[in-house]
């Protein structure tokens, strides 16, 4: 965004009309985003047809066409908030220049497509009021559109807000139309602002028109996706249809304005909900039908083929019938099946269907009242995949073979996307009255950074492959480990017999590694998880390092009261291991090495580190997730290394109340990691980098002006004199933008360690991409670092590096991964509290990684 | 640092010296009362002597406050029961013979106050603009005195009623991932006004005041609002005051401590793990699923952290009905269920020089934690027994030790440590935990 529109954008905040846009979400922009197509077809079908509602037959026809339209221009694109906060011209020394410099240049091709604008394109945006009032946005939409004068140019309109590539010949123009009735209607279009091409307001502008383009194309939305169902892939073995499509987004990189694809699939099946309860029937019988009927259905997701929406089942009602009457918007009443048949041409064959429930959310904040569809089995057809499915090993194969394209297939799909649009007459004329042309595809210029060394306790390794140093771990000793000496193994009676081979096993592994294994104290307990509950408050006391509990079955109820118990109220470092897993004797040795890994970590071990030029640098991970039960909790996990090797690590966390994923605790946990460093050190770091995973859509200016401050003011009081610098990374796994790498002719996912800093970017901001992952089979996702605060002033080429040896450290893993290792420890730690524990766990064992 | 107020405890003291290394762990510790839970574990790991250094200082601050110290024996710290729940520490410095000389005229009243513990469970919770916010399903009471314990428990399932059309999604999820009841076709639930009429009658059978009815704070929207639908139902109108525990917590706390506990330990103190399976704690339906979440589990769970805790501070014995000793006591003699293997037997050819048995170590001594920070006060050196050979010999031993004093109900350290001393003669419940 230009100075000049960041300049606008704060005269706006001052505005009324962005007071109401201030109380959605902190945003400095009102932005009006609720446009509808012109046609403004699409979603108002959609009211009349299935939304019916049994309660409130008036109140319906307010449904989406009456919304007042203060609140649709209230309604925000939140990735568009995050564009209009401008981190990187805070930032001194990278203001000129953001880009790394070591590696090996390679060219990768993106899945960014160039969009052309003439130089001085901008879009004008007018404001619409009728006189006198008409409620109706479609009746607003007709009128307007009716004028001559409007006809032939590239428009966008929701009822009050219009815009235009081109301008009117006057600021105010006055227009009448004459509705269907007679009365004659005034209409005042006032031009109220000219945007540049770079503003956030064009890239939504911008995302309607390809939406128009799309649909041209025959591709149908589902969420925030397009898919095709004209060219569907089958899997009939498993009654699966899969809708390929696209997920898009139009935006402004570096320097030019990009239109992005990533390629899709819905996946459904071919079944309607009548069919599926029909199945049933003849296997259940009448008898408990309808219960085994709730059971099974509630709670999918359906989708109706005759709008291609898609609804969750929230109820079915077994009284209503297709021959019963419900009242439309206008008060007519109508049978299911004269409707079906009148707005769709379907002819139901089954009249004594029940009808399914599912209640509609309310695009309101106020939520006044209930709505709720009902929706016709024989119409609806399930989508995605049940559980006991995704346990099908064939099945998900079928599927990931289908879904999983490989670099060259999902190119060649782009291509042809890109070729519909540039062939498709109606797209390209869309396109052209925008003054829009859709170019060829993107190349950028990445590096290949060096590989790292992985030092262990008597020699630096180079692993032959950074992707997995399991094989070249195997017989060096790690860094440090404390013997075990005291401790518990709990196991039932069956698992006996694999417990022993398997201790056996985990002490012939540990030796050669130097983590000393002794003889555990085994109790052998009956099968349940009380038992295994009532041995732990029995056998544990103070002088036990850790437990090991050897559980019967995955059953979360034998996990989850276990590290409650251990992690709560008797901290004790706990390791749980399947007897199932214990069984595959072939890779006993293999399972015994990592669980013995972990169990060292457990204990507060090191395993292996990289080189870490900067001395005296503390790396912080923070992760933000909900708690699976508890619906307003969120878990905080913030993870902070305390020695300047970066091999011990400090971990807490923390449930708050809240419904944001912005944490409110960071004060308290660096203090405390501060405190635990100075303790270790003697002396404060003299450096700090957060990593910060788990940040949402649209959270980026909450951020920066609230936990950014809380960082800093337990940073600066730390030290009366010279407070540690800071930095803050934002790190983001799911990004837009997919890199590959041209090899003769055929694709292939980048190597390890390539970064990209340059044309897939965005101005206002100091990022980069980076890849630590490689994939057998697919397309890799980079990894996104948005760099928002940095007092630390490290090169680019430095900050980069260093992210990239920190995806070195994870020690549940010998290998790289795809975030820095405290980001991946934040989240183990918060995926552990929020699904099993949902309490805070005790501090004694902070200093060590037990949730690994 | 804010300026040092008088101290009146010896541990007191102590806590106020931690502050600064609490902070330092990253502990919000504000003042002294904020830094008592972290540090009363590490007090009671402290040696007599240490203590008596503390009980100086204490002497001290009030000499200089001008103020009569008493004698010792007086002063002689009762910060065990405030630890959190999961330290196996045992009570050293509690003996009836202490808790005579604090009582107090109103602990008695303290001890023989009967309370009621009640929890609703619904199928979720629906949104605000729902007529009907919760679908009552579960009830579970307790009539409690620290004195006696539990004296009486009372539950019952719920019959909901209908459930709201197009909310059976959201009840069914709200179900299965809490108490997994039913939502439909549940023959146990009974009619709302028959549970209310049955309730009522529990609480308060006789005409007079109506007792304290608690429940936890976050429960006490939904159980009050639950209260007020089935009155509705029914025709008994009764307004029954809903306290909540937390409070009840603080204030039996300020009655032995004359000063408040910190919000943080309230909630962890109700809020343990340990009692989730003990039999006799969950309804039948409940018990026979294996669902840890049952409105009747709540309530006597809560009984069981005030008797386990609170009740030991004023010298009440604990029996059956203040917690679930049954469990315990029945493994004391090793059970047919478990069976404790020193896993030496399966020493192998391997052995590597370091190789050493588990130490059985004197009560005094406590170990490192596993992370190898050992907070202040905590003495690591210990002697190696001499204890070898195959589990068996020490598993009778244990068995033996450990009969010798049953009322000790400290399993663990007879089972783990046949050469404890037999000093302690506590009659607390916590070192089970």
């Given at each position: 965004m230009s100075g000049r529109a960041r300049a606008r954008a704060r005269g706006m905040a001052l505005s009324p009309s962005a007071a109401e846009v201030g109380r959605v979400q902190a945003s400095p922009l009102p932005l009006s985003v609720a446009l509808s197509d012109s046609e403004a077809s699409s979603s108002s079908d959609h009211v009349g047809t299935s939304r019916i509602s049994q309660k409130c037959e008036g109140g319906l026809s307010s449904g989406d066409a009456g919304c007042t339209f203060k609140e649709r221009v209230g309604k925000i694109r939140r990735e568009m908030m995050d564009l209009s906060v401008c981190t990187r011209e805070k930032l001194a020394h990278v203001r000129d220049c953001k880009r790394g410099s070591s590696g090996i240049p390679v060219k990768l091709v993106t899945n960014l497509f160039n969009l052309d604008l003439p130089q001085d394109w901008q879009l004008y945006q007018y404001h619409v009021t009728y006189s006198p009032d008409i409620e109706s946005r479609r009746l607003r939409i007709a009128l307007l559109y009716s004028h001559t004068e409007l006809s032939n140019k590239a428009k966008a309109f929701d009822g009050v807000i219009l815009f235009l590539s081109q301008k009117l010949d006057e600021k105010v123009v006055e227009l009448s139309s004459e509705t269907r009735r007679g009365e004659t209607v005034k209409m005042t279009v006032t031009l109220t602002r000219e945007l540049p091409a770079s503003s956030p307001v064009c890239m939504q502008v911008f995302s309607i028109i390809f939406k128009k383009i799309l649909k041209k194309l025959s591709m149908y939305q589902i969420g925030r996706n397009f898919y095709k169902p004209s060219e569907p892939v089958e899997i009939p073995q498993h009654k699966l249809s899969l809708w390929p499509g696209f997920a898009i987004s139009v935006s402004h990189f570096e320097s030019k304005l990009l239109f992005g694809a990533d390629v899709s699939y819905k996946i459904l099946r071919n079944e309607t909900v009548l069919e599926f309860m029909t199945d049933l029937r003849h296997k259940t019988g009448m008898s408990c039908f309808t219960q085994t009927c709730e059971k099974q259905l509630i709670g999918l997701i359906v989708i109706t083929r005759y709008n291609n929406k898609t609804y969750r089942i929230d109820d079915i009602d077994w009284s209503v019938k297709p021959t019963h009457t419900f009242q439309k918007r206008d008060g007519t009443e109508i049978t299911y099946v004269d409707y079906y048949k009148q707005q769709y041409d379907i002819t139901l064959s089954d009249l004594n269907q029940p009808v399914l429930v599912s209640l509609l959310k309310s695009k309101r904040n106020d939520d006044a009242e209930v709505r709720m569809a009902h929706l016709i089995p024989e119409l609806c057809f399930l989508t995605g995949l049940p559980g006991e499915a995704r346990s099908d090993f064939r099945l998900m194969k079928a599927v990931a073979e289908e879904t999983r394209l490989s670099p060259l297939g999902r190119q060649q799909r782009l291509a042809r996307l890109a070729d519909d649009i540039q062939r498709n007459k109606d797209a390209r004329f869309e396109l052209e009255t925008w003054g829009l042309h859709f170019g060829c595809q993107m190349s950028v210029t990445g590096r290949v950074v060096p590989s790292e060394n992985i030092i262990i306790q008597d020699h630096i390794c180079q692993p032959v492959s950074a992707a997995d140093w399991s094989k070249d771990m195997r017989t060096c000793k790690i860094l440090s480990a404390q013997s075990l000496n005291k401790w518990l193994v709990i196991c039932s009676n069956r698992a006996e017999r694999v417990t022993e081979s398997f201790l056996n096993c985990l002490r012939r592994v540990g030796r050669p590694i130097g983590f000393n294994v002794n003889h555990p104290k085994i109790i052998k307990v009956q099968e349940n998880p009380a038992a295994f509950l009532h041995a732990i408050q029995k056998y544990v006391d103070p002088e036990v390092q850790l437990v090991m509990c050897i559980l019967p079955s995955n059953q979360n109820s034998y996990y989850d009261s276990i590290k409650k118990y251990l992690l709560s109220d008797c901290p004790v470092p706990s390791q749980c291991v399947l007897a199932q897993t214990l069984n595959k004797q072939g890779m006993l040795m293999s399972i015994a090495t990592k669980i013995a890994l972990q169990m060292t970590c457990k204990l507060g071990g090191e395993l292996w580190a990289v080189e870490i030029p900067l001395k005296s640098l503390m790396v912080v991970g923070i992760d933000v997730c909900k708690d699976a039960f508890n619906q307003g909790m969120v878990v905080v996990g913030f993870v902070a290394s305390i020695n300047p090797r970066i091999t011990r690590w400090f971990s807490r966390c923390m449930l708050q109340r809240t419904t944001a994923d912005v944490a409110d605790c960071l004060k308290v946990f660096m203090t405390g990691a501060l405190n635990r460093w100075y303790t270790h050190n003697q002396g404060l770091p003299g450096r700090i980098i957060v990593y910060r995973d788990g940040v949402g859509d649209g959270q980026l200016r909450t951020l920066i002006e609230y936990e950014v401050p809380q960082l800093l003011s337990s940073v600066t009081e730390a030290s009366s004199n010279t407070s540690p610098k800071l930095s803050v990374i934002v790190v983001r796994k799911r990004c837009m933008p997919r890199f590959l790498m041209e090899t003769g002719r055929t694709l292939q996912n980048p190597p390890l360690g390539t970064i990209v800093d340059s044309g897939a970017t965005r101005p206002e901001w100091y990022d980069f991409y980076l890849i630590s992952r490689v994939a057998c089979r697919g397309t890799l996702n980079p990894t996104y670092y948005n760099v928002i605060y940095d007092d630390n002033g490290l090169k680019p080429d430095h900050m980069q590096r260093l992210t990239f040896k920190l995806c070195h450290l994870y020690y549940n893993w010998p290998g790289l991964i795809s975030v820095p290792a405290p980001c991946q420890y934040a989240h183990k730690l918060t995926f552990l509290v929020a699904q099993s524990t949902h309490k805070e766990p005790s501090l004694e064992l902070a200093n060590s990684l037990f949730y690994l | 640092m804010e300026k040092p107020r008088p101290l009146r405890h010896t541990w007191k003291g102590a806590a106020h010296e931690k502050i600064p290394e609490l902070r330092r762990r990253g502990l919000p510790v504000a003042h002294v009362a904020d830094a008592i839970p972290y540090c009363s574990a590490d007090w009671a790991l402290l040696r007599e002597e240490e203590k008596k250094?503390?009980?100086?200082?204490?002497?001290?601050?009030?000499?200089?406050?001008?103020?009569?110290?008493?004698?010792?024996?007086?002063?002689?710290?009762?910060?065990?029961?405030?630890?959190?729940?999961?330290?196996?520490?045992?009570?050293?410095?509690?003996?009836?013979?202490?808790?005579?000389?604090?009582?107090?005229?109103?602990?008695?009243?303290?001890?023989?106050?009967?309370?009621?513990?009640?929890?609703?469970?619904?199928?979720?919770?629906?949104?605000?603009?729902?007529?009907?916010?919760?679908?009552?399903?579960?009830?579970?009471?307790?009539?409690?005195?620290?004195?006696?314990?539990?004296?009486?428990?009372?539950?019952?399932?719920?019959?909901?009623?209908?459930?709201?059309?197009?909310?059976?999604?959201?009840?069914?999820?709200?179900?299965?991932?809490?108490?997994?009841?039913?939502?439909?076709?549940?023959?146990?639930?009974?009619?709302?006004?028959?549970?209310?009429?049955?309730?009522?009658?529990?609480?308060?059978?006789?005409?007079?005041?109506?007792?304290?009815?608690?429940?936890?704070?976050?429960?006490?929207?939904?159980?009050?609002?639950?209260?007020?639908?089935?009155?509705?139902?029914?025709?008994?109108?009764?307004?029954?005051?809903?306290?909540?525990?937390?409070?009840?917590?603080?204030?039996?706390?300020?009655?032995?401590?004359?000063?408040?506990?910190?919000?943080?330990?309230?909630?962890?103190?109700?809020?343990?793990?340990?009692?989730?399976?003990?039999?006799?704690?969950?309804?039948?339906?409940?018990?026979?699923?294996?669902?840890?979440?049952?409105?009747?589990?709540?309530?006597?769970?809560?009984?069981?952290?005030?008797?386990?805790?609170?009740?030991?501070?004023?010298?009440?014995?604990?029996?059956?009905?203040?917690?679930?000793?049954?469990?315990?006591?029945?493994?004391?003699?090793?059970?047919?269920?478990?069976?404790?293997?020193?896993?030496?037997?399966?020493?192998?050819?391997?052995?590597?020089?370091?190789?050493?048995?588990?130490?059985?170590?004197?009560?005094?001594?406590?170990?490192?934690?596993?992370?190898?920070?050992?907070?202040?006060?905590?003495?690591?050196?210990?002697?190696?027994?001499?204890?070898?050979?195959?589990?068996?010999?020490?598993?009778?031993?244990?068995?033996?030790?450990?009969?010798?004093?049953?009322?000790?109900?400290?399993?663990?350290?007879?089972?783990?440590?046949?050469?404890?001393?037999?000093?302690?003669?506590?009659?607390?419940?916590?070192?089970?935990?």
């Open positions: - | 250094k503390y009980a100086e200082m204490a002497r001290e601050w009030r000499a200089a406050q001008g103020k009569n110290s008493g004698p010792s024996e007086k002063q002689k710290p009762v910060s065990t029961p405030l630890r959190s729940p999961g330290m196996l520490v045992p009570k050293q410095n509690v003996s009836p013979l202490d808790m005579s000389g604090l009582s107090l005229k109103s602990d008695q009243a303290v001890l023989g106050g009967i309370f009621y513990f009640l929890n609703i469970f619904s199928h979720g919770e629906l949104p605000p603009h729902c007529e009907q916010r919760f679908l009552p399903c579960e009830i579970g009471c307790v009539k409690y005195s620290l004195q006696e314990g539990i004296m009486a428990d009372f539950h019952s399932f719920i019959n909901p009623g209908e459930i709201p059309r197009g909310f059976r999604f959201h009840c069914q999820a709200a179900s299965d991932s809490s108490h997994k009841i039913p939502i439909s076709n549940f023959e146990s639930g009974h009619d709302q006004a028959m549970v209310l009429q049955n309730l009522y009658r529990f609480i308060h059978p006789n005409p007079g005041n109506w007792p304290p009815v608690y429940c936890k704070s976050d429960d006490r929207a939904r159980v009050n609002w639950c209260l007020k639908h089935m009155e509705k139902s029914s025709e008994i109108r009764q307004d029954l005051e809903l306290l909540t525990v937390e409070d009840l917590v603080v204030g039996i706390y300020q009655q032995k401590f004359l000063k408040e506990p910190s919000k943080t330990w309230v909630r962890s103190f109700l809020d343990v793990a340990m009692w989730d399976y003990s039999s006799n704690t969950r309804c039948k339906w409940h018990e026979e699923n294996d669902i840890v979440l049952c409105a009747l589990a709540v309530c006597k769970k809560i009984a069981y952290c005030i008797s386990n805790s609170l009740a030991t501070l004023f010298g009440i014995q604990l029996t059956e009905a203040h917690v679930p000793l049954q469990d315990y006591e029945a493994s004391n003699s090793v059970t047919p269920k478990m069976v404790v293997l020193d896993a030496g037997r399966y020493q192998l050819r391997v052995q590597s020089p370091g190789f050493s048995h588990f130490s059985s170590s004197n009560q005094e001594q406590r170990s490192n934690t596993p992370t190898g920070d050992s907070p202040s006060g905590v003495k690591t050196s210990g002697q190696n027994s001499s204890v070898r050979g195959r589990g068996i010999t020490r598993l009778l031993e244990s068995i033996s030790n450990s009969s010798s004093n049953i009322h000790k109900f400290c399993n663990c350290e007879t089972s783990l440590s046949p050469y404890m001393s037999q000093k302690d003669g506590s009659k607390s419940f916590s070192s089970l935990s």
